[in-house]
């Protein structure tokens, strides 16, 4: 039992009071007796204090003493400042990069959704690899099929994305970006209202009421969170509904949607089309596993039946299309994008955190080479080892903790850019914040960073004081240290490189995407969204609203030149699909060949000249292609070459024969008259396309405007806007941008790929940098006397100038060769277990390897430079 | 064991004030103070064991489990933590004591050769 204060007291009263009882009875007084006792008894304090120290357990005391250590630690690094200084902040890089990153990869790839059990949620796409269509959604009659075959999913949920102008909500018309969902949506997906209710199955069905659901971001930052919003009524299109309920926080997938409505807002879903085609596909298909089905039992099913549903209906599934169905969690679903560019980060953050030791454990090295004498003092004196570590332990201890403390406020601001950069590839990333997990992983790698970092430096051995100069305090480097110091240094280099080389991969790959040539004239051309509602389409009303903009908004000062189309390049990409088969007069594909896939665009007349697409062959459309005139069309250079003799296709016929058209009944052929330039709207870097322009006029279809403008095209965004609200005054303008800047914004996950990584491998050069100069001017130091010997039997001081300059190079050489193969080596275990893993060309690897040898070169010039200029007198003198 | 010049006693050589105190025990369960007069007694004044060693050395030989304490009632009416030996106690006090003779013995046969014999 340990005794506490209380009972040690009383245990030296009761023998206070026995020598006092003793004494009196042996004829003392009582005051004389007391007194007596008391100094018979010696210093209370004192014996309380070692009895009760024998009861203290043994870590408390090794706990005391690295108090003691830490306070000693902290006076001496006091008069190291500067090293000091330049630890912690190396440290702080490291670890405030990869506390971030690691918050990220757990926030995006790790953590719930909120949804209700979220592991029973599943997300199934189909998609189709032969004609490169990542998603292909789902037609009604084919979620119909797996919805009534299908036993291991309990419910079924739908989802459709749909543009409605909305009036109601915020001062102008707008278009929203809208869900459209059957009765059983947000049963299945597990989210519940902030306010109001959701859509339940009352409201599903063509003869239900009206009815939205707002989402939490768009209820938030639009709307103020105004409460009065339930129960308006809004105009979405043609339709009206009423404002139900406001939906919690959550992941917005498969599209940020601002509202989500019933199905009855939406005429298009209560259409034939939607209805009855198999091939209309534009639907989103989510499930709940029943009771006690498996993810894996609910993949195998699915996919039996829906092989068994394309068996049946052969003619809606081309079999070069490949199509298939994959099922997933949705919480795997949401992060897959991210995972590999978040496991690549979490990778080259380890990497900084790796320099950053190295380069730090440099520093101590060189430290603890500089103070072997005191060390040699003190275990002359009988510290034993454990002590001697102890010491610099509390000392590697008080570096890190303040690098992990300085790393955790650093990685604050770098959270916020990371998860800024990850919602490129996972909108969960968004929600990603700073918790007490980063304190954690901060915590963990300052620890393993200490424990690290006390064990590098050699400790003095207490019988070895011939070379230690115990005398002069001077400093003597031994080979041993010396090897140490230049493998830290080369590692440093190494890892550098890998990460140069990968920075550098990415900043050619922005290269070349910025550099190509895309055939549009890019800086004077301004795209706007003028988009016209599903049921206006082929609306003669609808086409003589944008043939008078046309005309008006030509006659406007400072515009050459406008024209109407259906696509704004890039920004439009994937909208409509992998495109559709067509075939043109006298071809046959070759047996087991099907039809050509072609791309469909709308344009009015003068559209090729307002983007600077020339004209090859035939002419352009005119005011005359209309409805009801000969249907007519245009095509690009590569239709031309490839489907005819010579390339002869002006005044050819060509045939929509895709599946997809079969609801319009039997194909028209169009006679061809004209052929254009290729020009690849889909991707930023421009490969061949086929591509098949009809009449805008004559089909009914467009939505998109062109203006070529002659000065600063975005002076004239207001003109245009006034224009088009004084022909009609509900119509949304919106997204005005050149093409050039609609082709940066569709880059910018590439530019940030190359940022971030920039960033990465600058903060290792930098560190690396400091180490090679760091270890150059450690080892200058300490050869003075040796380079005083070098000056004195004659040599010249350019060759010594030149030998350090050597050690730097043959350190950054070797590092850099290490890094190749490391890097290679890596390269190679890493396409083992993620796809698309890309060695860098030739011209990075160049590059990084230059950067780091010119960096290197820099960082030996001082101490090179103070090498060659040692005063031979005074390095003689010196010892 | 060296003379101390102030008062004629002896002191401790290191680690026997640990057996005496043991050994003192055997006798019965004693408060420190007890155990303080008792070697002081027994060796007819000639150890007196300072306050400020017995008292620690009491509760070190507690934690290793060699006493045991609890409280009671001294002659002086106030109450005073009586230590009993334990079994590992008894067990150690033997170890000790076998360690102390040949200790003695050893020293004897130092100070006092026996004249060489002849084989």
Known sequence: MRPDQHDLDEEIRGHLALTIKERIEEGEDPTAARLAALKDFGNITLTRDSMRSIWRPRWLDAAEALGRDIRFALRALL???????????????????????????????LRPLVNRDEDRLIYIRQSAPGIGAKNLTFSVPEIDDIKSRVKTVGMFGDFSTVDFTMIGLGSEPRMVKAGVV???????????????????????GPKAAGAAVLTYRFWTTSLNSDPTVIGRTIRLGPRTATVVGVLERSVPYPADTEIIANVVTSPHHLGATMVTSRVHRMTELFGRLAPGASLEAARAELT???????????????????????????????????????????????????????????LILARSVRREGELAVRAALGAGSGALRRTLLAESLVLCGAGAVLGVVLARPFVALVSAYAARFSVRALEVSVDTSVLWVGAGLAMAAAVLLAYVPRLPSPYASAGLGLATGGVRITPGTNRRLRVFATTQIAFSFVLLAGAGMLLATLVSLQTARTGYDMRQVLAFDIPMSLTSLGDAKAIAFYQEATRRISRLPGVEDTAVGSFVPWRDAGSLGPGFQFTVEGYKPADGEENPRGRMRMVAPRFFAVLGVPMLAGRDFTADDRSGSEPVTIVSQSVAQRLFANGDAVNRHLTWTDPVFSIFGKPVPARIVGVVADVDDEHVVPGPALTIYQPAWQVGVAGRLFVHAAGDPYALVPAVTRVIREISADQPVERAATLEDVRAEVLSPERLNAFVFSGFAGIALLIAVVGVAGVLAFSVSARTREFGVRLAVGSAPRHLLARVLSEGLVIAGIGIATGAAGGYALAHVAARFFDHVQLPGIMPVIGAAAVLIGAAAVASLMPAARASRVDVLQALRSE | ?????????????????????????QWGPQHGHGIGQAIRAHSDDLLKVETGSLYPALHRLEKRGWLKSGWGVSEAHQRAKYYRLTETGKAQLSRERDRWSQLVDAIGRV?????AREE
């Open chain 2, 111 to 115: 100070m006092n050769p026996a004249p």
């Open chain 1, 182 to 204: 059957g009765g059983s949506f947000f049963d299945v997906m597990g989210l519940r209202p902030v306010l109001g209710r959701l859509l339940n199955a009352h409201d599903d």
């Open chain 2, 1 to 25: 064991m060296s003379k101390n010049p102030d008062d004629g006693r002896l002191e401790f050589l290191q680690g026997t004030l640990e057996m005496l105190i043991l050994r003192t025990l």
């Open chain 1, 304 to 362: 039996s039946v829906h092989a068994a549903m394309m068996r049946e209906h052969l003619e809606a599934y081309s079999a070069k299309a490949h199509t298939e169905l994959s099922v997933s969690t949705l919480r795997d679903q949401i992060a897959a994008p991210a995972r590999t560019i978040l496991l690549l980060l979490l990778a080259a953050a380890a990497v900084v955190f790796v320099i950053a030791c190295s380069n730090v454990a440099n």
């Open chain 1, 79 to 109: 008069r190291a400042r500067g090293l000091a200084a330049t630890v912690v902040v190396t440290l702080a890089l490291g670890i405030g990069a990869n506390a971030a990153i690691f918050s990220v990869v757990r926030g995006v790839l």
